[in-house]
């Protein structure tokens, strides 16, 4: 049996693509809805995720910087060491020296090593009392760390939990929407998706309702709506871009208000005539 051949969704009439479009803009309304349900809750794990990382990072560096200070200490310390060395060395020369020259040359000498050495045991005291900050600040981002990390298995948590719920219908309802989306023209569907990108609360396609826009309210025109009615061209609000489609045509009863019964005049004559009788 030869297959039935796919019509082509431009030479469809302008009364079938509304359709397929209103349509189509229904179920991607109701897989709004369950991003709805799930809430801040996407936003927040991202949060949650992004600060994790940057405390990470901070105490990384933090422990990197800690590192480079402790090398920093046994390197002044070996100097030192080596200065005291040295300064004893001097010391022992300036038994022997021949000449005031001499002994003024290692007496320089002793100075220098033992303000080399005064130098060290400062940069020394201000690198442990660094390294001191840092540890006092790891420990708190740690802590920080431990709570947020908690935070963010208590959200994964409670937003895996919805999605599971959510998860099939969801996916029941993409999958008809892409089967949709081929029966509408490729320039409608990208107008139709541009504008929903840009509306607030994600209506591309909506029903006059009320002599009115179903998206932004604002008034229609008679003539306009009359143009939507025949359905011989799409229609689009002219305050807010969304694509206008007539409510029969969407398949959506409106309730018409009630109108107020008129008193009728025969009763008021006869209440009349008895007053005068």
Same mark, same amino acid.
């Given at each position: 049996?030869?297959?039935?051949?796919v019509?082509d969704p431009? =030479?469809?009439?302008v009364?079938?693509?509304?359709?397929?479009?209103?349509?189509?803009?229904?179920m991607l309304?109701?897989?709004?809805?369950?991003? @709805?349900? %799930?809430?801040?809750? *996407?936003?927040?794990?991202?949060?949650l995720? #992004?600060e994790?990382?940057?405390? @990470?990072?901070?105490?990384g560096?933090?422990l990197?910087?800690?590192?480079?200070?402790?090398?920093?200490?046994?390197?002044?310390?070996g100097?030192?060491?080596?200065n005291?060395?040295?300064?004893?060395?001097?010391?022992?020369?300036?038994?022997?020296?021949?000449?005031?020259r001499e002994?003024?040359?290692?007496?320089?000498?002793?100075?220098?090593?033992?303000?080399?050495n005064?130098?060290n045991?400062?940069?020394? %005291?201000?690198a442990?009392d660094?390294? =001191?900050?840092?540890q006092?600040?790891i420990r708190?981002?740690? =802590?920080? +760390?431990?709570?947020?990390?908690? #935070?963010l298995?208590?959200?994964?948590?409670?937003?895996d939990?919805?999605?599971?719920? @959510?998860r099939? =219908?969801? /996916?029941?309802l993409?999958?008809k929407?892409?089967?949709?989306?081929?029966?509408?023209?490729?320039?409608?569907?990208?107008?139709?998706k541009?504008?929903?990108?840009n509306?607030?609360?994600? +209506?591309?396609?909506?029903?006059?309702?009320?002599?009115?826009?179903?998206?932004?309210?604002?008034?229609?025109?008679p003539q %306009?709506?009359?143009?939507?009615r025949?359905?011989k061209k799409?229609?689009v609000? /002219?305050?807010?871009?969304?694509?206008?489609?007539? *409510? $029969?045509?969407?398949g959506?009863?409106?309730?018409? *208000?009630? $109108?107020?019964e008129?008193?009728k005049?025969g009763g008021? %004559? @006869?209440?009349?005539?008895?007053? $005068? /009788?």
């Amino acid at each position: 049996m030869a297959r039935e051949k796919v019509k082509d969704p431009s =030479e469809m009439t302008v009364e079938a693509k509304l359709k397929n479009l209103y349509q189509l803009q229904t179920m991607l309304s109701e897989i709004d809805s369950f991003k @709805t349900l %799930r809430g801040e809750l *996407p936003l927040e794990v991202q949060d949650l995720e #992004d600060e994790i990382e940057g405390l @990470t990072t901070r105490v990384g560096r933090m422990l990197e910087q800690s590192e480079n200070l402790r090398s920093e200490v046994s390197q002044r310390k070996g100097t030192i060491e080596k200065n005291n060395s040295d300064i004893a060395r001097y010391k022992a020369q300036m038994d022997n020296v021949r000449n005031n020259r001499e002994y003024d040359s290692l007496t320089k000498e002793i100075e220098y090593s033992e303000l080399d050495n005064q130098l060290n045991e400062k940069k020394i %005291r201000e690198a442990n009392d660094t390294i =001191e900050n840092l540890q006092e600040q790891i420990r708190k981002s740690n =802590e920080m +760390l431990s709570e947020r990390r908690a #935070d963010l298995d208590l959200k994964k948590s409670e937003l895996d939990e919805i999605i599971q719920e @959510t998860r099939a =219908e969801e /996916e029941k309802l993409r999958e008809k929407a892409k089967g949709i989306e081929l029966t509408i023209e490729t320039r409608l569907l990208s107008a139709f998706k541009r504008i929903r990108k840009n509306a607030r609360n994600g +209506l591309g396609i909506v029903y006059v309702q009320r002599d009115a826009c179903g998206g932004c309210f604002n008034k229609i025109p008679p003539q %306009r709506q009359l143009d939507v009615r025949m359905h011989k061209k799409v229609i689009v609000c /002219e305050y807010c871009g969304r694509i206008l489609i007539d *409510p $029969e045509l969407a398949g959506v009863e409106l309730n018409k *208000p009630a $109108e107020e019964e008129k008193p009728k005049r025969g009763g008021r %004559r @006869t209440s009349r005539r008895k007053t $005068e /009788e």
